[in-house]
């Protein structure tokens, strides 16, 4: 298992497009993708899951996958959280 | 597990009932977290017995208290209330419109102790309050799966993503029963027994249909498409056909799905493309309701059977 905390900065937090870049790139690899808040889990694979966990700019966030490509997930998730999203991710 | 809920949050939240509650003092105390769901009267405390004074709990003054305060003498009434308010009372609240004293107000303010009046009577307003503390308090869990009415039967399907979740629930809406929510499944134990299953108030009737995007299954299919809460009955693991697996082809053993210790009637149904799913969970739902009323298919079956087969009946 491998986990990296992240804080969110993007002001308009995590809306409809940035959640489609996390399910995305959670897609991309088998193992189980989570984002928690607060204790609350979400499935990474799941839009709605991500929209659910109402994601303001601030928010403290976990970002933890097992399985295969774990650590490579995580490193993914964590950036582009960190970058505010600003990835090329439209050629995705 | 134990879950606490800031008494201004609970106010704000109590849904379909009014308690026709208002603050008259102690405003500074509402931050303050409410831990049980019982309520205290304080009679014996104001009274002077102060053993198991339950102050933790919301305090109730009916009739009674009100009628005991008011025919105090003052000095009396400042000692009582002294003695009252050194404890670290949690909220007081008077019913039947009785509204507390000059007195009793300084006190809460000073002592961060919000109190409220209510219209209702004793009676009415306890139970009222009960209720929702209980499910306010009431253990949670947010569960990965669609949650769907059939027939009256509180469905839970789970799977894995992309296993057909949500199509299999666009199929049971589209065939009249109702959607409560889509991937984010907020399940309470309300009871000793009781789960209820609702959506996340954000994600309310949304559902995702992977090569349509999100959709709002209230504005598609209508109100009579939607319901907001149910009672877990009926957990379906939809789960990709394995040819090595050994599926129950009999169900003569009731198989169970633990969610916060409560045991939900379980199956688990593989699916394969072409197998008509929501079919396969209609009647799941309805042989639910026929097991609630003790009829087991399989087991009497199995009992005719080896009942023929004593007498040598070979059914021709």
Known sequence: ?92 | MERTVQLKNFLDDTGIIDLQMRLVAGSAGLDKEIRVAEINRPGLTLAGFYDFFAYDRIQIFGLGECAYLGQLEPEEKTNVLREFFSYDVLCCIFTTDKEPDQLFIEYADHKGVPVFVTKKNTTNFTSSLIYLLNEALAPSLSIHGTFVDVYGVGVLLIGSSGVGKSECALELIERGHRFIADDVVIIKRVDESILMGSGSPLLKHHMEIRGLGIINVRDIFGIRSVKDRKRVELVVNLEEWDANKLYDRLGLEEKVYRILDIDVSNIVVPVRPGRNIPIIVETAALNQRLKKLGIYTAQELDKNIKESLKKGDTGE
């Open chain 1, 1 to 92: 298992m491998t986990e990296r905390e992240v804080v969110v900065k993007s002001d308009a937090g995590v809306h409809a497009r940035p959640a489609m870049m996390i399910v995305r790139a959670a897609m991309k690899y088998p193992c189980e993708v989570k984002l928690i808040k607060d204790n609350v889990e979400a499935d990474c694979k799941s839009i709605m899951s991500v929209l659910g966990l109402a994601i303001i700019s601030g928010t403290r966030l976990i970002v933890r996958a097992d399985g295969e490509g774990e650590s490579e997930v995580v490193d993914t998730i964590a950036a582009m959280i960190e970058n505010n999203f600003k990835s090329n991710e439209e050629s995705a």
